[in-house]
């Protein structure tokens, strides 16, 4: 029998490994005030048309929840196949696009390593780093976007993957589908890039940026999308990918199992079917988000500024009297929350996804009263 240590102190519980500890967890958007009082929503980018009838009526006709789902949604990934033109094979799903950034870090990169995305890009690319061990490495914006040309210089030999997400989330710019193929193209071959496209259903297809094609041409490219967004999907936690048959059988190693339930899988199939709420969900933000984006950037002579988005938020700037941080107030007092976002780097900004009309018709005209007051 071996006899015991008694001259080597041990740690008097488990410890988490130190990549683990350097991690913030991610911080939701807030619907609530300081008071308890509840809040329009205006934090998380959720659809303000809600979710499509046929959705809905979908979760009744699911699979018993008694009975463990297809650990393989083979029926949504054959949808998904119909309506993108992708062999089914090449669709692997997750509980939101949110588990297939992660699992893409942890596939191919790890200690040693580096992941790389654009500074004020979404805040799970740096804990999807840290998750496996991996660096995160920002690389400089261009004015609140990609730079591409940034990006490529801050590639080394440590690089495994580089995240972009386009349109970009929090900031709302977008990269064209020239641009998207030169940053493909001037990385190495041994880098996986991962288009993280959560809103490519509010750009116009005639915009498309071409990142679900580059997934199916190349061997080093994964597309992920959501149903969180314009489907109107938040609270299924759907998401889905595509790329080469290698990484979707990597990405299938270390997926959960059976990771999306019967009604989610149900509800987002029937989705899938409803290309003309799709189209409305659209219609609506895209109109909104400009009439929205003029009224802040009449308010320029007081210092806001609307950064041009094609996502379902706009980023407005406080770079005058009145801040960020007095407007997210003012705004909770008017009964809306929205998103502020000084942990990422944003102090002088707040994220506001599109709501109704009246919704943003409101709280334009209470930014630009609570300007004029700061004056």
Not at 25 to 53: F, H, I, M, Q, W
């Amino acid at each position: 029998m071996r006899p015991p240590v008694t001259d080597i102190a041990a740690p008097a519980a488990p410890q988490m490994k130190p990549w683990i500890e350097a991690i913030h967890a991610y911080v939701p958007g807030k619907s609530k005030a300081a008071d308890g009082r509840r809040l329009v929503k205006l934090s998380a980018n959720e659809n303000p048309l809600g979710t499509s009838p046929l959705a809905l009526a979908a979760r009744a006709e699911a699979v018993p929840p008694a009975l463990y789902p297809d650990p393989d949604s083979t029926a949504l990934r054959e949808a998904l196949g119909a309506l993108h033109g992708i062999d089914p094979a090449r669709i692997i799903c997750g509980t939101g696009s949110g588990e297939l950034l992660t699992i893409a870090a942890s596939a191919f990169a790890g200690p040693g390593d580096d992941v790389l995305y654009v500074r004020y890009g979404f805040s799970l690319y740096e804990i999807a780093a840290r998750r496996c061990g991996a660096q995160p490495v920002e690389a400089p914006d261009r004015d609140y976007g990609t730079d591409v040309d940034a990006l490529l210089a801050a590639v080394t030999e440590r690089t495994r993957v580089v995240f972009i997400a386009n349109p970009n989330n929090p900031t709302g710019t977008f990269l064209t589908r020239a641009e998207l193929a030169r940053l493909h193209a001037g990385l190495p071959s041994q880098v996986l890039l991962v288009i993280d496209q959560a809103y490519a259903e509010y750009v116009p297809p005639e915009a498309d940026d071409g990142g679900i094609a580059l997934a199916q041409a190349h061997a080093n490219v994964l597309a992920t999308r959501t149903f969180s967004k314009a489907y109107g999907l938040a609270g299924e936690r759907v998401g889905w990918g595509t790329g080469a048959p290698a990484i979707i059988a990597a990405l299938n190693r270390i997926r959960g199992p059976f990771n999306i339930g019967n009604g989610a899988q149900a509800v987002a199939l029937a989705a899938v079917a409803d290309q003309d709420f799709v189209e409305r969900t659209r219609a609506h933000n895209n109109a909104e988000r400009a009439r929205f984006a003029a009224r802040i950037e009449a308010l320029g002579n007081h210092g806001l500024r609307a950064v041009p988005s094609e996502a379902n938020f706009v980023l407005v700037l406080f770079e005058g009297a009145l801040s960020a941080s007095t407007a997210l107030d003012g705004l909770a007092q008017r009964g809306y929350a929205v998103r502020h976002l000084p942990g990422q780097g944003l102090p002088q900004a707040l994220r506001i996804t599109i709501g109704t009309a009246e919704q943003m018709a409101e709280i334009a005209a209470a930014l630009g009263e609570m300007a004029e007051a700061a004056r």
